[in-house]
């Protein structure tokens, strides 16, 4: 079946710092890929996706891009804000079928930015 | 939240007892989909609906719980008889085109 694995957390980074989340996946067929943030006591908010291989996702200064060799989408920031500070998921979506759009999260990275 | 509404937002149960979460979303949505987060844990699919049919139960537990989404009103989990362990973040989302967007959640406490 589907899943996604993503990087260990937490993560701790000062005000500025690059951020690199890992996320790998397996996937049956052609899978859309997504971030998602939660923060404290809310629901989840798209923060970008991908559909196709090699496209690349961005929003707010956060990119992913689908590698399929690689069976990737890791996300990265330039340089992090405190109000960054959340709860990142990376989640696929597998089309077709009775399931068409059902999304497979990975476990979530918290980050912590310090000022 | 793109348009889709929880209630109640906070719901808290004694064992036992019998807990109904709502998912409404804004008019012309017609597909939801239930997800429960168990404490620092990622979310897991529950159910699929379309109006008036579930299309995909797979992640549902074989009892206790249930789900619907009538023609007209709400989308209703339902869970009889709460346990400890179903103490959670309950969450709906809706689909445009090939993405979810969900809902703020309902967070049940069981005691």
């Known amino acids: 079946g589907d899943s996604v694995t993503q990087m260990e957390g937490p993560v701790t980074l000062s005000e500025e710092a690059f951020l690199t989340i890992n996320c790998t996946y397996t996937?049956?067929?052609?899978?859309?890929l997504f971030w998602y943030v939660q923060y404290p006591g809310e629901g989840l908010q798209l923060l970008l996706k991908?559909?196709?291989?090699?496209d690349k996702g961005s929003n707010k200064g956060f990119e992913a891009t689908y590698r399929k060799e690689t069976t990737s989408f890791h996300l990265e920031k330039g340089s992090v804000q405190v109000s960054d500070s959340a709860v990142y998921f990376c989640?696929?979506?597998?089309?077709?079928?009775?399931?068409?759009?059902?999304?497979?999260f990975g476990q979530g990275t918290i980050l912590t930015v310090h000022p | 939240n793109a348009g889709v509404m929880q209630n109640p937002r906070h719901l808290v149960r004694r064992r036992g007892q019998e807990a109904r979460l709502r998912c409404s979303p804004m008019k012309g949505h017609s597909h939801v989909y239930w997800y429960r987060q168990l404490p620092e844990e990622g979310l897991k699919f529950m159910v699929y609906?379309?109006?008036?049919?579930?299309?995909?139960e797979s992640g549902m537990p074989k009892e206790r719980f249930s789900a619907e989404f009538p023609k007209e009103g709400p989308s209703i989990l339902r869970i009889q008889q709460v346990v400890r362990g179903d103490s959670a973040a309950y969450f709906c989302?809706?689909?445009?085109?090939?993405?979810?967007?969900f809902g703020p959640g309902t967070r049940l406490t069981v005691l």
């Open positions: 991908a559909t196709k291989a090699d």
């Open positions: 996937a049956t067929g052609y899978p859309s």
């Open positions: 609906l379309q109006k008036e049919n579930i299309i995909d």
């Open positions: 989640a696929l979506s597998s089309g077709g079928g009775t399931s068409y759009g059902k999304l497979t």
């Open positions: 989302a809706v689909r445009r085109a090939d993405t979810q967007y």
